[in-house]
């Protein structure tokens, strides 16, 4: 045997570990990562109940008088899917630091495969989002929110602002890991507080000028406010949840790409 063979036999491929193995380890050192920063814990946990009882104390018996039924039941998915968004927001924020301080390099130059990097980040979105939004319902069904529809539709109500979380999030990262700055990312902050206000889930449709409500009706949160609604309190659930599905897919086939090599140009450095 060769030297050059021996040496080769000795260096790991990027095959050496599954894909899946590698995505629960990723996400597993993630999380315990972001369960010690306060701003990811307050944005994606602490935040989203203080909004909701925020809504639910000021505009909960307004919101209920025109006649959509109980406000708590939409404001718990609206806050649901904000807290997801925010989420996304404060885990962005991280890849901007990995990306600075050299960590996204050093984790390239791992004999795995690189993909599961970008999967493992999903995964951990989806585990925070699980449970900030297992921590909101509980909080809700103080106030009167309930799952009316049996276990499994509850099971599917959780599920959505899981799906809305991820599909989200690759933009996002994509985003991520081409600013020049956090600035740029807190910037989704703003927006996302201003796109709350125009939801199925903040008032009826019906509510809106007529101009507007095609926009609030097909905007990404919308869908997925209602098909909480529905599973949870009863309602239209089929077409919500297939236009969320449709919107978490898009954001994927077209961010996707994009997150991918955003992240492989982050990893790289400055050239």
Avoid: C
């Avoid at 039941?73 to 404060?90: E, F, I, M, S």
């Avoid at 609604?229 to 790409?257: K, M, Q």
């Amino acid at each position: 045997m060769t030297a050059g063979h021996a040496a080769a036999q000795s260096t790991p491929t990027r095959a050496s570990v599954g894909v899946g193995r590698q995505a629960v380890v990723h996400a597993s050192a993630l999380l315990r990562t972001w369960s010690r920063d306060p701003g990811i814990v307050v944005q994606a946990v602490v935040f989203p109940v203080f909004l909701l009882l925020m809504f639910h104390l000021v505009l909960g018996k307004t919101i209920t008088s025109m006649g959509s039924g109980d406000s708590i039941v939409g404001t718990t998915g609206l806050v649901a899917l904000v807290g997801a968004l925010y989420g996304t927001v404060a885990a962005a924020l991280t890849v901007i630091a990995d990306r600075d301080s050299g960590v996204l390099a050093r984790l390239w130059t791992l004999p795995v495969h690189r993909s599961g990097f970008l999967a493992g980040r999903l995964l951990a979105e989806a585990v925070r989002t699980a449970i900030g939004t297992v921590v909101l319902f509980a909080v809700a069904m103080t106030m009167g929110f309930g799952f009316d529809q049996g276990i499994a539709a509850a099971v599917g109500a959780l599920a959505v602002p899981v799906v809305f979380g991820v599909g989200v999030a690759i933009p996002v990262i994509a985003l991520a890991t081409v600013a020049a700055g956090r600035e740029v990312v807190q910037l989704l902050g703003g927006a996302f507080l201003f796109l709350l206000f125009f939801t199925t889930g903040f008032a009826p449709l019906t509510e809106y000028p007529g101009w507007i409500r095609p926009v609030v009706a097909h905007q990404p949160m919308s869908p997925a406010i209602d098909a909480i609604a529905g599973l949870t309190d009863g309602g239209p659930v089929a077409v919500p949840l297939a236009t969320t599905l449709a919107w978490a897919l898009g954001f994927a086939i077209v961010f996707g790409p994009l997150a991918m090599r955003g992240y492989r140009r982050a990893a790289a450095g400055p050239r």
